[in-house]
């Protein structure tokens, strides 16, 4: 990783340093002192808590040095008077001091599973870092350019929002080289008002990109093949259409395994096969495959990228509990990636039973998105638990979808749903648990897992 001393960092972002500690060095930085690493700087945020509380915690940790805005005892320390704009400042230089070339990917649903696919594709030929997990918003995007390596050729960095400007800060610190929009969903209406709204602020990535940069754009994504603006960047379209500069044809499902040809506007063609289930899938390896293209990757190695790409933990992560097949698919969820989850569902043998949580974020769409949630369960299963404040709403759309009541139940109490398919779920059933991530869908499989431990 690239070494940074505070005497460059204050100088990148404004603020100062001790004399005596200004050729003090940090490797990455972090804002929590339970997963510190020796040598990283530790970022001092104003969040639910002062992170100058913690200080002294971060330096017992291995912590080199410190970003904060006052001083909280005699460490190498930056000081700054806003921590979170110092930190994207310092991200922002650093990521043109390493001077590698960066993909942004966003989109209302199926961005980190594109990320991964990306940089699957991209690592077949150059040197390739990631952003890891979730850190895609205005502190862990920053975090994680900063633990990139020295060496680094190309960088894929996921970048989510929830309000306007915050893509436009993100991308004026990534700078992308490729810009990635997977679609324009419903996801995040509550704070940005309408699908319009969502395409504004995602299309906010443009801010940060050079004009000779290029746009990669989901051509079947009716908000995104007509924009209201064109970029002053060259666009490239992928999508199920041939008129697009990207487009597969042939998809079919093979058991667990995802087959599509795909052909370019050169007139190339080549197959491909990713081991997932759900034709949902294949907006998200296009989008990797029109990267790698773009980049000069060659089909041979887009096909060896995308055959070794496996789904994220928590992504239909598959688990077999005392006879029953769990589909734990807990990460997050929309009306967009829960209508693939349900499809994949209605294709398994079994009973097949939907737990499904609240999808968050959807402002005034929430009600009718719900109800549609229900009508796509009632098609694709047998038995529906909903858990949530809007579970009845999701029952009502299984009932409006022809489910007999008694096969659709709601809960608003997380041990209670437990306790009722701990009842009801027997050898054989292949369940579906999704949700939104703040709904906390994994602890339903937390307790199946504690009942194996245990012999129950």
Known sequence: MGKITLRQAAEWCGGTVEEKYANVVFDGATNDTRNIKPGQLFVALQGARDGHEFIADAMAGGAAA??????????????????????????????????????????????????????QVLETTFRTAKTPANHNNDIGMPM??????????????????????????????????????????????????????????????????????????????????????QPAQPILYFGTDDSLNVYATDICQDGDTLRFEVHDDGGDSFPVQLHLEGGHYVPDALAAITVG???????????????????????????????????????????????????????????????????????????????????????????????????????GGCITGG?????????????????????????GDVVLVKGSHGMHMEKILDAFLTDKKEGN
């Open 66 to 119: 410190v970003l904060c805005t006052r001083m909280m005892g005699d460490y190498p320390a930056v000081y700054v008077s806003n921590t979170r704009l110092a930190l994207g400042e310092i991200a922002r230089r650093e990521r043109m001091r390493i001077g590698m070339q960066v993909v942004g990917v966003t989109g209302s649903v199926g961005k980190s599973t594109t990320k991964e696919m990306i940089a």
């Open 144 to 229: 994680a350019i900063l633990g990139m390596p020295e060496d680094t050729q190309v960088a894929v960095v996921e970048m989510g929002m929830n309000h306007f400007r915050e893509m436009a800060y993100l991308s004026r610190i990534a700078r992308p080289d490729l810009a990635v929009i997977l679609n324009i969903g419903t996801m995040h209406m509550e704070h940005l008002g309408s699908q319009e709204g969502i395409r504004r602020a995602k299309m906010e990535i443009l801010e940060g990109m050079a004009p000779d940069a290029r746009v990669v754009l989901n051509g079947d994504d009716a908000m995104l093949r007509s924009l209201e603006q």
């Open 403 to 427: 489910m007999e009541e008694y096969r659709a139940q709601a809960f608003t109490e997380m041990d209670k749903i437990i306790a009722a398919l701990k009842r009801m779920l027997a050898p």
């Open 293 to 395: 293209l773009a980049m000069g990757v060659s089909p041979s190695d887009i096909r060896a990228g995308l055959d070794s790409f496996r789904n994220m933990a928590g992504r239909q992560e598959i688990l077999e509990i005392n006879g029953i097949t769990f589909i734990k698919d807990c990460y997050n969820a929309g009306p967009e990636s829960m209508e693939g989850a349900l499809k994949v569902l209605g294709t398994k043998p079994g009973r097949r039973v939907a737990v499904l949580g609240d999808m968050l974020e959807l402002g005034a769409c929430t009600p009718a998105e719900h109800y549609r949630v229900g009508r796509l369960a009632a098609a694709n299963s047998d038995l529906v638990y909903a858990y949530g404040p809007n579970a009845s709403r999701v029952v």
